[in-house]
């Protein structure tokens, strides 16, 4: 009866460990900040405010971007619009973000694409401002562009 009591007992010391050993494992690389905001002008949708979401895992990132602004004119299919967010570099050029992830919309719903797939490196600063969002629907592209910096300020990769 001891030793199930110590064998018990041991079971749950290591998952207590294990558990603490999650708790302060380094966590995943990060950008900064996480969500930015932009004035947007598009051709076809209208203008408005969206807001940018950013993640970073490693070299790999996405970018999600929405607005209930920015309206779609018919409805759209989930996953039906294929997408490129441009972003310039602070250090000279550009990075892409491109992928055909969004939700159903409904005609004169607000837009949400992403998130869009891209590979950034350490230090990359990246700002909507000067890039561009381009959407092909139904064969059609849709241009938006930032009229000024985004809000509070550019992506940085870690």
């Given amino acids: 009866m001891r030793s199930k009591r110590l064998g ?8 207590t460990l294990a558990v603490t050993g999650l708790a302060f494992a380094p966590t995943a690389v ?34 999600t971007l929405s607005s209930t602004e920015i309206t779609a004119p018919i ?28 939700p159903a919309i409904a005609a004169g719903g607000g837009v949400s694409v992403g998130p869009l797939d891209g590979t950034v490196a350490a230090g990359d600063s990246l700002e909507a401002f000067g890039g561009s969002l381009q959407m092909v629907v139904f ?18 990769y870690e």
């Avoid at 018990?8 to 998952?15: F, P, Q, W």
């Avoid at 759209?76 to 990075?95: M, N």
């Fill in 75 to 102: 409805a759209l299919a989930q996953d039906s619009i294929s997408s490129t967010l441009t972003l310039v570099k602070a250090s000279g050029g550009t990075t892409a973000f491109t992928g055909t992830k969004n």
């Fill in 30 to 63: 990060a950008v900064t900040p996480q969500t930015a905001t932009i004035d947007a002008t598009c051709s076809i949708g209208g203008a408005g405010e969206a807001t940018l979401t950013a993640t970073q895992t490693g070299t790999a990132a996405t970018i």
């Fill in 139 to 156: 064969g059609i592209t849709i241009t938006c562009t930032a009229s000024g910096p985004q809000s509070p300020g550019p992506f940085v």
């Fill in 8 to 15: 018990s007992a041991a079971a749950l010391v290591a998952g």
